[in-house]
């Protein structure tokens, strides 16, 4: 799939008379909008489909999420490391609490939710986080991401 432009998708989008390239943000605000799944782009937040599918790109700028084949991978590797370093933290914290009458059941019990639930909940965080650290490492080109002259507004966080 590569990196779309514009040009390779105008036929998409709405007539347009006065459109804005935007300019990769800052590398907080990147981050900070990866965070609280916004587009790390233009800010919009309504970036899924249900609770666990992205949008192909982002409905107001127009951005496409999936830069090139496999781009989620970094996301998924994230989510991996999260999730381990939650179960590590658990199970050192828990054993601390309770040494020396360490009760293996419930710190297990605990420890199988987080490796079941935490990869499901952070799965879309790490996606729209993915998004803005490969901004920092491959900022925008142009024509990556527009927006009309009448939506421009102070960028929201």
């Given at each position: 799939?590569?990196?779309?432009?514009?040009?390779?998708?105008?036929?998409?989008?709405?007539?347009?008379?006065?459109?804005?390239?935007?300019?990769?943000?800052?590398?907080?605000?990147?981050?900070?909008?990866?965070?609280?799944?916004?587009?790390?782009?233009?800010?919009?937040?309504?970036?899924?489909?249900?609770?666990?599918?992205?949008?192909?790109?982002?409905?107001?700028?127009?951005?496409?999420?999936?830069?090139?084949?496999?781009?989620?991978?970094?996301?998924?590797?994230?989510?991996?490391?999260?999730?381990?370093?939650?179960?590590?933290?658990?199970?050192?914290?828990?054993?601390?609490?309770?040494?020396?009458?360490?009760?293996f059941v419930p710190?297990?019990?605990?420890?199988?939710?987080?490796?079941?639930l935490v990869p499901?909940?952070?799965?879309?965080?790490?996606?729209?986080?993915?998004?803005?650290?490969d901004l920092i490492?491959?900022?925008?080109?142009?024509?990556?991401?527009?927006?009309?002259?009448?939506?421009?507004?102070?960028?929201?966080?």
């Amino acid at each position: 799939m590569g990196r779309e432009r514009l040009s390779d998708r105008e036929s998409e989008l709405p007539d347009r008379r006065l459109l804005f390239v935007i300019a990769t943000p800052s590398k907080s605000r990147l981050i900070l909008r990866g965070l609280t799944r916004r587009c790390a782009v233009c800010g919009e937040g309504d970036l899924t489909e249900g609770f666990l599918r992205l949008r192909d790109r982002c409905p107001r700028c127009g951005y496409v999420f999936e830069r090139q084949d496999g781009h989620f991978v970094g996301a998924v590797g994230m989510n991996t490391i999260f999730t381990f370093a939650l179960i590590a933290i658990t199970l050192i914290g828990g054993m601390v609490l309770m040494w020396p009458d360490v009760e293996f059941v419930p710190l297990a019990a605990v420890t199988v939710a987080i490796a079941v639930l935490v990869p499901t909940l952070f799965h879309p965080i790490a996606k729209t986080l993915w998004i803005g650290i490969d901004l920092i490492i491959h900022p925008l080109e142009p024509g990556e991401a527009v927006v009309e002259a009448e939506e421009r507004a102070p960028e929201q966080g």
